[in-house]
C-alpha cells in the first residue's frame, strides 16, 4: 500500500498562474480532505469530500476549487494563484465521514511557492 | 467552533529528559482526540489517539489521557531520544471536521 500519494511535491508559480495539486489513496477510504499549512497556525482545512461525487467548503476556501474524480483522486486547483496561497498543501484520507473517532492518513505534502 | 490550543514551542530537551507538551480543547460535543507527529519534509502520522473520556493513548513511549474534566490531552514521554526530534499536533474530531493546535516543534539535543 501506498497510502496516500501526492504530486508535485515542490512548485514554483508567478502571480497568476494556475495549477492542480492530485492527490489520490489506495486504501478504500470515502472520505478525502485538502488542508494548507502556515508556520504557527498548523493545518487549516480548505474542501472536504465525504463521498465520491461530493465535495464542501472547510474553513479556508476562496481562490481554491477541488475535484473529487473517483474514489481514489482528490484534485485541489489554484485558478489564479496569489503569494498569499504559498504554502505547505497535504492531501488526507479518513474510511468514511462520519464516526470521529476514525484515523485520518496524510500524503507527504506539496510545497507551493508564490512569486 | 471546536478549536485546539496546546503550548507554544520551540521546546528543546537533552536526551532522556521528561518531555510534556500540553494541549486543551474547546468542543461542544463529545469528540475524539488525537497526537500527530511531522518529522522533517515529511506528513502528519498518528501517534495516539483516544475516543472517550478517561482513555489512554499510548505509542512508542508516549502517552496522553483524556480528561474531560480539565478539557485536555497532555503528551507525555519519560525519556525522550534524539530521534523524536519533530513537530507535534493535538487534534480534535468531532465526526465531520478535524481541528489542529498550532504544533510544538521538539528538538533534542545528544
Known amino acids: 500500500n501506498a497510502g496516500v500519494t501526492q504530486t508535485p511535491k515542490f512548485q514554483v508559480l508567478k502571480t497568476g498562474q494556475s495549477m492542480t495539486l492530485q492527490c489520490a489513496q489506495d486504501m478504500n477510504h470515502n472520505s478525502m480532505y485538502w488542508y494548507r499549512q502556515d508556520p504557527g497556525m498548523g493545518l487549516r482545512l480548505i474542501y472536504y469530500s465525504a463521498s465520491e461525487g461530493t465535495t464542501d467548503k472547510g474553513e479556508v476556501p476562496n481562490g481554491y476549487n477541488v475535484s473529487r474524480l473517483n474514489k481514489r483522486e482528490f484534485s485541489l486547483r489554484l485558478e489564479s494563484a496569489a503569494p498569499s496561497q504559498t504554502s505547505v498543501y497535504f492531501c488526507?484520507?479518513?474510511?468514511?465521514?462520519?464516526?470521529?473517532?476514525?484515523?485520518?492518513?496524510f500524503g507527504p505534502g506539496t510545497r507551493l511557492l508564490v512569486l | 467552533g471546536d478549536s485546539v490550543t496546546q503550548m507554544e514551542g520551540p521546546v528543546t530537551l537533552s536526551e532522556e529528559a521528561f518531555l510534556t507538551i500540553n494541549c486543551t480543547y474547546t468542543a461542544t460535543g463529545y469528540p475524539s482526540l488525537f497526537w500527530y507527529v511531522q518529522y522533517p519534509g515529511e506528513g502528519l502520522q498518528l501517534l495516539l489517539k483516544?475516543?472517550?473520556?478517561?482513555d489512554k493513548g499510548s505509542n512508542k513511549g508516549f502517552e496522553a489521557t483524556y480528561r474531560k474534566e480539565t478539557t485536555s490531552f497532555h503528551l507525555e514521554k519519560g525519556s525522550v531520544q534524539v530521534s523524536d526530534s519533530a513537530v507535534y499536533f493535538c487534534?480534535?474530531?468531532?465526526?465531520?471536521?478535524?481541528?489542529f493546535g498550532a504544533g510544538t516543534r521538539l528538538t533534542v539535543k545528544p
Open positions: 487534534a480534535l474530531t468531532d465526526n465531520n471536521d478535524m481541528r
Open positions: 483516544a475516543t472517550k473520556a478517561d
Open positions: 488526507a484520507s479518513r474510511r468514511s465521514l462520519a464516526g470521529g473517532q476514525e484515523t485520518q492518513y
